[in-house]
């Protein structure tokens, strides 16, 4: 049974996914001359895509609260690559993910064609993606942190890192910008381990794919969007990101920390 579901989900969202990328590429190619930078119908196509997936895998998605219109950035406690689906399934924002995620077999052609900025640990590179961080921001892009740093194992909300921050007290962007933390929380399937949904230390991808696919009933996601804040009420970067770290933390229902 879990095989048969393997393959009946898998390749459905597969040539869904596929499709969805078709569609999204060939709105871009009109968008990109007439629009640049702004995207004013790419991101429903992904929000759309984003909400169907997440059907076709027989996940449950639910909301609290409301994603904010200002411009400015969110940021988010992170279990996973299954974060992509409901994050995105309800607001139009775009990843920051580090580097190597580009190069990932699916997930990383899907990261591209949607606007995800990649970010390198080299130090060199910090000025030229500071740079792309506030013409994004400028542009009205609300760009999604996950200041952790890394996944894990969904009932878990590690330390804020602050360092990202900073890009939002740089050349008078602290005046204009808001931030919204938002809280992801993973109801894992009845009867499986808590952290089923969660994607941390050694595991691949592969294995944890074909792991969620294959168990016959699912269990839910929900998205709590918190009051965005604008980034001047707070002193610095390390005030501002211990902030959300923890109305993040305090409002997972399921968090051992």
């Known amino acids: ?6 393959a009946g989900r898998g390749t459905v969202l597969v040539v869904f996914l596929m499709l969805g990328l078709m569609v999204h590429s060939l709105i871009r190619l009109i968008e990109w001359p007439l629009c640049g930078q702004n995207r004013p119908v790419t991101p429903w196509v992904t929000r759309f ?4 997936a997440l059907r076709i895998m027989g996940i449950g998605y639910s909301t ?3 994603p904010m219109s200002h411009k400015g950035a969110v940021v988010a406690n992170h279990a996973g690559w299954l974060d992509i689906f409901p994050l995105n ?6 990843f920051v993910s580090k580097a190597e995620v580009s190069s990932w077999p699916g997930i990383g052609l899907l990261a591209k064609a949607t606007g995800t900025v990649f970010i390198s640990r080299k130090g060199t590179e910090a000025k030229r993606q500071q740079e792309v961080f506030e013409t994004r921001l400028r542009a009205g ?7 952790e740093g ?17 890009a939002f007290y740089t050349h008078g962007l602290d005046r204009v910008l808001q931030i919204q933390p938002v809280t992801v929380v993973w109801h894992a399937p009845a009867g499986e381990d808590p952290r089923f949904y969660g994607w941390w230390g050694d595991m691949d991808f592969a294995t944890h794919l074909l792991r ?15 009051p965005p804040v604008p980034v001047d009420a707070f ?4 005030e501002l990101a211990l902030y959300c770290e923890r109305v993040i933390r305090t409002a997972h229902p399921l968090a051992h920390n």
């Open 64 to 66: 609290r609260g409301a």
């Open 49 to 52: 895509v984003c909400r169907i």
């Open 212 to 226: 969620v696919l294959s168990v016959p009933r699912q269990g839910r996601v929900e998205v709590i969007w918190h």
């Open 235 to 238: 002193p610095g970067r390390k």
């Open 89 to 94: 399934a309800g607001q139009s924002i775009y």
């Open 150 to 166: 890394t996944s894990t194992d969904s009932l878990t909300v590690l330390p804020f890192k602050s360092t990202l921050f900073q």
């Open 1 to 6: 049974m879990g095989w048969l579901l393997v």
């Open 141 to 147: 892009h609300q760009l999604l942190f996950f200041p």
